[in-house]
């Protein structure tokens, strides 16, 4: 089987989709980009394609390799691992390491997103506070995830990028666009590992050319933040 025959379903702005794009990036994996398309009134138009692929969750990103599809970001993220054994290694080598990366990822994706998309959401100072109050506790909880897993080291994963730098650094992209608008999330002072390793993990070769210009990412948030915020149609 060659590397041809891996296509990636997704959207440009999609976090999710940058975690199966990095993980290809490190194995030096070539693969085919399919894009779903957006339309402004709907948000996105779901493709045939996606829809057989995934017809559990109807949901990007789908990885399919050969003509069989895999689902869910971090399960293609360990998919990728498995299959190509041979390029760097994504997930940590020992069982309790990789049992901390999980647990933290699952943290990053039950917890620490959802903060993000409350904030997104609010209406409202007091909803905006709360949201802002819960989007750092989480931070600083991550804070303290780095400093213990990263062991001194520029990554979660140690000297090179891992499972965990993957689920939490697909989001930097969307953390760039809040902070434009006043609110810092990685803070010099009360974030410093997360500061130096943002900047280390959007410098590597695999993140640079998936990771979404700011300002076009910027100008997607507006619609969607505008359709997140609007009072629901009667």
């Known amino acids: 089987m060659t590397e041809s025959d891996v296509k990636i379903l997704g959207e440009w702005p ?16 070539g693969y085919e980009f399919l894009e779903e398309k957006f339309l402004e009134e709907k948000l996105r138009l779901k493709s045939d394609l996606l829809i057989k692929s995934n017809p559990v969750y109807k949901k990007i990103p789908v990885l399919i390799h050969g003509d069989k599809p895999i689902c869910e970001s971090l399960v293609i993220v360990q998919y990728i691992d498995e299959t ?3 390029g760097p290694s994504i997930l940590p080598s020992t069982a309790y390491d990789r049992a901390t990366a999980r647990f933290w990822a699952a943290y990053v994706d039950d917890k620490w997103v959802p903060a ?6 609010a209406q409202g100072e007091e909803a905006e506070a709360e949201a802002v109050k819960q989007l750092l506790a989480g931070t600083a909880l991550l804070e303290e995830a780095f400093q213990k897993c990263s062991k001194g080291k520029a990554f979660f994963g140690g000297e090179s990028i891992g499972y965990l730098d993957i689920a939490l650094g697909s989001f930097l992209g969307w953390i760039r666009v809040i902070e434009l608008n006043g609110l810092t999330i990685l803070d010099a002072e009360k974030t410093p ?7 280390n993990f959007c410098a590597n070769s695999a993140v640079k050319e998936v990771m979404p210009e700011t300002g076009k990412l910027a100008e997607f948030a507006k619609m969607i933040f505008a359709k997140l915020k609007a009072p629901p149609s009667t």
């Open 14 to 29: 999609s976090p999710f989709v940058m975690r199966a794009q990095i993980a290809l990036n490190i194995k030096s994996v």
């Open 84 to 86: 190509w054994s041979s």
């Open 116 to 121: 993000l998309s409350e904030l997104a959401k």
């Open 193 to 199: 590992g997360l500061v130096g390793w943002a900047e």
